[in-house]
């Protein structure tokens, strides 16, 4: 089983829907959970941050962590055509300076 | 807003050729990190300094890699003997290391060994 799954995609909607994005994992010691954005030939760009289960809301962006379930979601509300770009989710076993294990991306295409 | 920096963007190589790739981190940041993406693949830990030493590295971090910090901003990866399969996206991080502090990429530097 893999460590970080995540479907590829592409995940195609007009513009103003409601996006969903998710990832599994197996590993129970993952305590920290990030969303990074990527747009071609760029890096991860950080979205979201999260400790633990719960919910956490920035603007369009919420981010859900379900840790019994071993599974994360993102919700882009309101979606926009720049939004459109390739999604990572990522997790880490400690705080701070611990290393990232990521989802290998859902590309998002948003069409106006 | 501060930001991860690296150069070059797109380094052509021969194999077998040594390379070095460059990164110049957050100023205030104490962690440093490298990680890589084959094309069409997950991006990937290969390791992490910190206090002038290597912190950890994944089995990817053989001993043709070798990272250095060799002044007060700047941060390199070597590869002493690139080989075809080193071809990939190669981004640098930091972070300060704290609790709350997640890692910031730069844009990366695409490597391609002929």
């Known amino acids: 089983q893999k460590e970080v799954e995540q479907d590829p995609g592409p995940l195609s909607v007009p513009e103003g829907a409601i996006v969903s994005l998710n990832c599994t994992y197996s590993?129970?010691?993952?305590?920290?959970f990030m969303w990074y954005r990527q747009y071609s030939r760029k890096g991860p760009e950080l979205l979201m941050y999260t400790y633990s289960s719960g919910n956490k809301e920035d603007g369009r962006f919420t981010a859900q962590v379900d840790k019994s379930s071993k599974y994360i979601s993102l919700f882009i509300r309101d979606s926009q055509p720049s939004d459109s770009a390739t999604y990572l989710c990522a997790m880490s076993a400690g705080a701070g300076y611990s290393t990232l294990t990521f989802g290998k991306g859902t590309m998002l295409l948003v069409s106006p | 807003e501060p930001e991860v920096t690296q150069t070059p963007s797109h380094q052509v190589t021969q194999m077998g050729q040594e390379v070095i790739l460059r990164c110049v981190p957050i100023?205030?940041?104490?962690?440093f990190y490298w990680y890589r993406q084959i094309l069409g693949q997950k991006v990937e830990f290969l390791v992490s300094?910190?206090?002038?030493?290597?912190?950890?590295k994944s089995e990817i971090f053989d001993d043709q890699f070798s990272v250095e910090r060799p002044d007060g901003s700047n941060f390199t990866l070597k590869i002493r003997s690139t080989k075809l399969e080193d071809s990939a996206m190669y981004f640098c991080a930091s972070n300060t290391g704290g609790v709350n502090s997640p890692l910031h990429f730069g844009n990366g530097t695409r490597l391609t060994v002929t």
């Open positions: 590993n129970s010691a993952f305590q920290y």
């Open positions: 100023s205030n940041h104490l962690y």
């Open positions: 300094f910190y206090n002038n030493e290597i912190s950890e």
